[in-house]
């Protein structure tokens, strides 16, 4: 179990400062058949042309089990259990780069370079003129995270002095460590990696849990036991524990018209495309067809490390994540995090309240809502201390004293 | 006409059967030893609660040493529920598969029934005729010194020789012994050269003992090695320095050198490809024996995928079974074609890598229009999962209603869930296979439960078995 905080108070603006809608895009990889193990199933993708002037490596941080703390700025810093980070090479003239630590001159760069004293961390911090060491996913939750993170922009009198002083800070999210969430470590262990694979999506109750992909197929090989020292959402952990096992896709050829050895085999590759095509049609939808708001963290050559967060829409799935892209937009380098409902809901209150300038009753007007029920809303959400203790209080006594139907209406 | 209870109970032989020629106990690719071990505790218990003859009888069928020690003692621990007319047979069955059982199974399997307190008058009678039949008893009270005197001890039978009881159980009551091994032991303690007279195993402690370093242990007990630790020790030997003289390969069994090859590095697998290539082949000609060439044209779907790295405790073992097959049937076909999963085509150098396409494989073999087709894999088809099934339906209904062409899967890895081998397709007969050795008598009975066995027809088949199975020579 993880609890990243942020605990000191940030006041400076959050890092989404280019903003830019864009949907996913997966060219180059292909959808090959699942491999499923009780409630999880993992669907490989193959790229036919691995990408060599990018490479990805695992540096692990043995941790004695306590969190380890990442300085953002000078004021506030992101705390979490980390495992390890991810160490990307790149090469600025396109040629073969190797993965960090495989180089034969390794004499000026120590093969592992010692844990940081605490407080030492960055989330992405240059090592080097092409080589960058970022922490995976969590570049990605403090994005989340530190989502109107100052609290309210105009200090309307419902908001609470701590609000408006400190913002949301200190802010905390819950998720599953990989080994907790049960039949993932088998999952992973059984599964059998197909030549040429960059990339994997982990589905758990045919619902998308993650994805994660790597510009080479070497580095899959190396990071694909990395997947259980990752984060997972709530409903992961939910689901591997509730599911039954699943069953497979099995294929299925109908008989007639039938007649010689090359229609059956023309029928059997027919198979492979439907799997595909229905795969990434239907049920990583939910990844692949949604706009996501994508910031730019770092630029390295011809490649951008950014950070994307989901649209925070309610009964949807919100994936949020990293993506390493190319000029042309492709992916080199993915992996993503699905929010729970809860986490959504957080997120979606969050925005809606940015959007309308952190005015309550603006707010609940376009949310379709009183203002009370807004109010216990965000109390659900833990988001209580940022109103007025009075406020708060005269809001529950306007929805006890029955409101109507707006108060269990949902949004 | 045969009943629905026959039905089944043929089903439940058969199954039985597969279970009791692949599973070991240990620890397979997707199940952990705890399963394993339950799974098939449960299926020897049903078996012989309910078909306790045809338990006994399977004895005869080739089931592999671990299950044979297994039914070997829960009949003796059971030897009340026995009919009197079952008793005979039981006790001739057991007596007779001990003889082929390695002695240390069988001291072990006798620790068993000491610590089940089993000591009923037939068991001692079994173990009393066993100790009998002994070769050499000096050198089983060398080599297997506490095994022989837990069982001497459990069935009060007095040693063979007076010597021996002294050496078993008063070790320094003699200044000397008179036969030269167990003075060798007595020498050994304390006097270096002697301990390289005795076996490997014992010399391997008193070695310890006196500081001896490895490499030079291994050169000189080299003579005393047995042909399997002779296999086992190649490499090890050699990384110490050892001038030991190498192993002759060809004369090893067929699986355990196709094992010892997928161990070696591929870079000295391309080194030594003609000596591993002839080795792997002398010994399928020796296994094919007189059946060779008599196949006509065969295709095999060997399965080389991740899955066949078995586990860290039968390391390789699904490959290296496949790989012995594959050389077994280049033997016995007249015109003979291998698919590998992964698509490779050199077999010496076969790594367990990438998903199971079986279905494509399938297809392979099949357009090569064989006679008959051999599938030899665990039987986890997942890219994409269940097209073999489907290919080989569609081929034997739509293709080859005629069953020109026979398929054959045969499974080394038993699947603890299912208490089966993991089968392929309803339509296709599968068979567990332990040793590739056994692959041509089992493609026959594969064959022969292709129609619906009835329990007559088993039992017949049974009996006939048993009856051979007793009045073979000992080895």
Redesign the interface.
């Known amino acids: 179990m993880t609890t990243p905080d942020l605990s000191t108070p940030d006041l400076s603006t959050p890092d989404l400062t280019t903003p830019d809608l864009s949907t996913l895009d997966l060219t180059g990889l292909a959808t090959?058949?699942?491999?499923s193990w009780g409630a999880v199933r993992l669907v490989?993708l193959v790229r036919e042309q691995p990408i060599t002037d990018l490479r990805l490596h695992r540096r692990l941080y043995p941790s004695d089990g306590g969190p380890s703390v990442v300085r953002l700025d000078d004021r506030s810093t992101y705390t979490s259990y980390i495992p390890h980070g991810f160490v990307a090479d790149w090469t600025r003239d396109g040629t073969a780069a190797a993965a960090y630590g495989t180089q034969l001159d390794v004499a000026e760069h120590p093969r592992s370079v010692p844990l940081q004293p605490r407080g030492q961390h960055r989330m992405a911090r240059r090592e080097d003129r092409t080589r960058l060491r970022f922490l995976p996913l969590h570049l990605a939750l403090e994005g989340y995270l530190a989502l109107h993170f100052n609290g309210p922009v105009i200090a309307w009198r419902e908001w609470s002095q701590r609000a408006i002083r400190q913002g949301l800070s200190p802010r905390a999210e819950e998720a599953y460590f990989g080994g907790e969430v049960s039949g993932l470590a088998d999952a992973l262990r059984?599964f059998?990696?197909?030549?040429g694979q960059c990339g994997v999506l982990l589905y758990v109750a045919d619902a998308l849990a993650a994805a994660f992909v790597v510009p080479h197929p070497e580095d899959y090989r190396a990071l694909h036991p990395s997947l259980l020292h990752d984060l997972y959402g709530e409903l992961v952990h939910h689901y591997t524990a509730l599911m039954l096992p699943l069953p497979?896709?099995?294929?299925?050829?109908p008989?007639?018209g039938?007649?010689?050895?090359a229609q059956?085999?023309a029928?059997?590759e027919q198979?492979?495309r439907e799997?595909a095509e229905f795969h990434d049609t239907t049920m990583a939808a939910g990844l692949l067809a949604d706009e996501h708001t994508v910031s730019t963290v770092y630029r390295m050559g011809r490649f951008t490390l950014n950070r994307f967060l989901p649209g925070f829409q309610l009964k949807r799935e919100n994936h949020l994540g990293e993506t390493i892209t190319d000029e042309h937009g492709r992916l080199a380098y993915l992996k993503t995090f699905r929010l729970s409902e809860n986490q959504t809901r957080r997120g979606h209150l969050l925005s809606r309240l940015a959007a309308h300038d952190w005015h309550l009753a603006r707010t609940a007007e376009a949310l379709g809502v009183t203002e009370a029920v807004l109010g216990l809303r965000l109390e659900s959400a833990g988001f209580g201390r940022l109103l007025r203790q009075d406020v708060l209080d005269g809001f529950r006594k306007q929805v006890r004293a029955g409101s109507g139907p707006t108060a269990s209406r949902p949004v | 006409m045969e009943s629905h209870a026959d039905l089944i109970a043929a089903d439940d032989v058969l199954l039985f059967v597969n279970a009791a020629i692949t599973a070991t106990g240990q620890r397979e690719?997707?199940a952990g030893a705890g399963a394993q071990r339950l799974s098939l505790g449960f299926l020897h218990e049903y078996l012989r609660v309910n078909y306790r003859e045809l338990y006994a009888a399977t004895l005869a069928l080739g089931c592999n040493d671990h299950n044979a020690a297994l039914i070997i003692q829960a009949l003796l621990v059971h030897a009340d529920e026995a009919a009197p007319a079952e008793r005979r047979t039981e006790g001739a069955l057991i007596a007779r598969r001990l003889l082929t059982l390695p002695p240390q199974r069988v001291y072990r399997l006798f620790g068993q029934l000491r610590r089940a307190k089993v000591n009923n008058r037939r068991t001692r009678a079994i173990i009393r005729d066993w100790l009998a039949a002994r070769p050499e008893p000096a050198f089983d009270a060398v080599k297997y010194r506490s095994g022989l005197k837990a069982a001497l001890r459990h069935t009060h039978l007095a040693p063979t020789e007076a010597e021996l009881g002294d050496f078993l159980f008063a070790p320094k009551r003699r200044a000397h012994y008179d036969a030269p091994l167990l003075d060798a032991w007595r020498r050994a303690h304390y006097e270096q050269p002697a301990l390289y007279e005795l076996p490997f195993t014992v010399a391997e402690g008193f070695a310890a003992k006196h500081g001896i370093a490895r490499g030079a242990f291994l050169e000189r007990i080299a003579p005393r090695l047995t042909r399997l630790e002779q296999l086992r020790l190649q490499e090890s030997a050699r990384a110490h320095g050892a001038q030991a003289p190498a192993a002759d390969l060809a004369r090893m069994p067929l699986t355990r050198l196709a094992s010892y090859t997928l161990a070696l590095p591929t870079a000295e697998r391309r080194e030594r490809r003609a000596e591993l290539t002839a080795a792997l082949r002398a010994a399928a000609v020796r296994a094919a024996g007189p059946l060779r060439g008599r196949w006509g044209t065969v295709a095999a779907v060997l399965d080389d995928?991740?899955?066949s790295y078995g586990s860290g405790t039968k390391r390789r073992r699904p490959l290296a079974v496949a790989l012995a097959a594959h050389h077994l049937l280049a033997e016995l076909a007249q015109r003979y074609t291998a698919h590998w999963t992964?698509g490779r085509t050199d077999a010496l150098l076969a790594h367990p890598?990438?998903?199971?396409p079986l279905?494509?494989r399938v297809?392979d073999a099949?357009?090569t229009s064989p006679d008959l087709v051999v599938i030899v894999s665990d039987g986890w088809d997942?890219?994409?999962?269940?097209?073999a099934?489907?290919?080989l339906?569609?081929?034997r209904?739509?293709?080859d209603p005629g069953h020109r062409t026979s398929v054959v899967h045969l499974n080394p890895v038993y699947d603890a869930e299912d208490f089966d081998v993991r089968r392929l397709a309803p339509g296709v007969p599968t068979a567990g296979l332990r040793d590739a050795e056994d692959l041509p008598a089992l493609v026959e009975l594969a064959q022969f439960a292709q129609g619906r066995t009835g329990l007559a027809e088993l039992r017949a088949h049974l009996d006939a078995r048993v009856a051979a199975f007793l009045s073979q020579e000992t080895r």
């Not at chain 1, 059998?192 to 030549?195: A, D, L, M, N, V």
């Not at chain 1, 039938?258 to 050895?261: A, G, K, S, V």
């Not at chain 2, 890598?353 to 199971?356: D, E, I, N, V």
Request: aromatic share 6%; net charge positive; hydrophobic share 40%.
């Open positions: 090959r058949p699942a491999q490989p059984i059998e990696i197909h030549p497979a896709f099995r294929a299925s050829i008989g007639p039938i007649r010689t050895l059956l085999r029928a059997a198979q492979e799997w | 690719f997707h995928s991740f899955s992964s890598l990438g998903p199971t279905g494509h297809l099949l357009e997942n890219a994409p999962p269940g097209l099934a489907e290919v339906r569609v081929h209904t739509r293709l």
